[in-house]
Nanobody, 121 residues
Framework: QVQLVESGGGLVQPGGSLRLSCAAS????????MGWYRQASGKQREFVAF???????NYADSVKGRFTISRDNAKNTTWLQMNSLKPEDTAVYYC???????????????WGQGTQVIVSS
């Protein structure tokens, strides 16, 4: 009933930039928070960044100063601007949203399908 669709992944050289997008759709009343996680091959999924409806943000230490998260509450969309990318940023990036659904619909913690980011020379 609620789904998240990520886009914007791809191949970039070290030091380059990418912007990931995540659009939520379905029976949404509001979204309390949206965020990004990533999972590198053979590793556990880890937190990257999140943003609340009021604009409060938090970042993993590994991306502070390089990544910026933003959102448009009216469009139920979040973006992750990734600058100064490093090879260790290579991972599948997943969008996450804490969704308050409309009555009769499911919600809660919703995940996107993921988008691949490869940082390599």
């Amino acid at each position: 009933q609620v789904q998240l669709v990520e886009s914007g992944g791809g191949l970039v050289q070290p030091g380059g930039s990418l912007r990931l997008s995540c659009a939520a759709s379905g029976s949404i009343f509001s979204i309390y928070a949206m965020g990004w996680y990533r999972q590198a091959s053979g590793k556990q999924r880890e937190f990257v960044a999140f943003i609340t409806g009021g604009g409060s943000t938090n970042y993993a230490d590994s991306v502070k100063g390089r990544f910026t998260i933003s959102r448009d509450n009216a469009k139920n969309t979040t973006w992750l601007q990734m600058n100064s990318l490093k090879p260790e940023d290579t991972a599948v990036y997943y969008c996450n949203a804490n969704v308050r659904p409309t009555k009769g619909s499911s919600g809660g913690n919703v995940w996107g399908q993921g988008t691949q980011v490869i940082v390599s020379s």
